[in-house]
T-cell receptor
Framework: EAEVAQSPRYKITEKSQAVAFWCDPI?????LYWYRQILGQGPELLVQ????????DSQLPKDRFSAERLKGVDSTLKIQPAELGDSAMYLC??????????????FGPGTRLTVT | GDSVTQMEGPVTLSEEAFLTINCTYT??????LFWYVQYPGEGLQLLLK?????DKGSNKGFEATYRKETTSFHLEKGSVQVSDSAVYFC????????????FGTGTLLAVQP
């Protein structure tokens, strides 16, 4: 069964350092999402890609966060510099381009970030 | 804006008990509604969905009915098992240009043997 892959699974970094997360969506999925899940809360969308284009990054803190999906396949989310408040689970999800299947998002296992 | 409100947990039940987790929503238009489950240390898995009023989503013994008149999508299961222990998230997709999910805060379910 195809899955969304994410790495690393866990990351501990010191504040002010740079950190990057990688996501490989299910093959053929045109839409890719990055969510942030703070402990005890539901995930919140950071950025959405359709192929290599950003569709929605309204909640992405652009002064320190960046995201790219250069070839419309895998994606990288970067934080520089990391702050204590960035400690969270970062989830990647993917889905088909359109139609009813576009509503079913498949999530990866997430990257647990701890900033010290 | 669109939002989802879930009952707060934790919900602690004995095995074979009946489960209800309440979920209500606020949205313009006609959203699609979902329940996702998150087991410890894992990502989210889609449990069930409903895309229009009066639809009933079901999976693995769980059910939820899209009630437009009460803007609700309550999750139910007749007989819970220890393996159902997890965090359950109610969510909606409001449509428009993006299909972003808007989640509730999650409800922790703990089932005791």
């Amino acid at each position: 069964e195809a899955e969304v892959a994410q790495s690393p699974r866990y990351k501990i970094t010191e504040k002010s350092q740079a950190v990057a997360f990688w996501c490989d969506p299910i093959s053929g999925h045109a839409t890719l999402y990055w969510y942030r899940q703070i402990l005890g809360q539901g995930p919140e969308l950071l950025v959405q890609f359709q192929d290599e284009s950003v569709v929605d990054d309204s909640q992405l803190p652009k002064d320190r966060f960046s995201a790219e999906r250069l070839k419309g396949v895998d994606s990288t989310l970067k934080i520089q510099p990391a702050e204590l408040g960035d400690s969270a689970m970062y989830l990647c999800a993917s889905t088909h381009r359109g139609g009813a299947a576009a509503y079913e998002q498949y999530f990866g296992p997430g990257t647990r970030l701890t900033v010290t | 804006g669109d939002s989802v409100t879930q009952m707060e947990g934790p919900v602690t039940l004995s095995e074979e008990a009946f489960l209800t987790i309440n979920c209500t929503y606020t949205a313009t238009g006609y959203p699609s509604l979902f329940w996702y489950v998150q087991y410890p240390g894992e990502g989210l898995q889609l449990l069930l969905k409903a895309t229009k009023a009066d639809d009933k989503g079901s999976n693995k013994g769980f059910e939820a009915t899209y009630r437009k008149e009460t803007t609700s999508f309550h999750l139910e299961k007749g007989s819970v098992q220890v393996s159902d222990s997890a965090v359950y998230f109610c969510a909606l997709v409001g449509g428009g240009a993006t299909n972003k999910l808007i989640f509730g805060t999650g409800t922790l379910l703990a089932v005791q043997p």
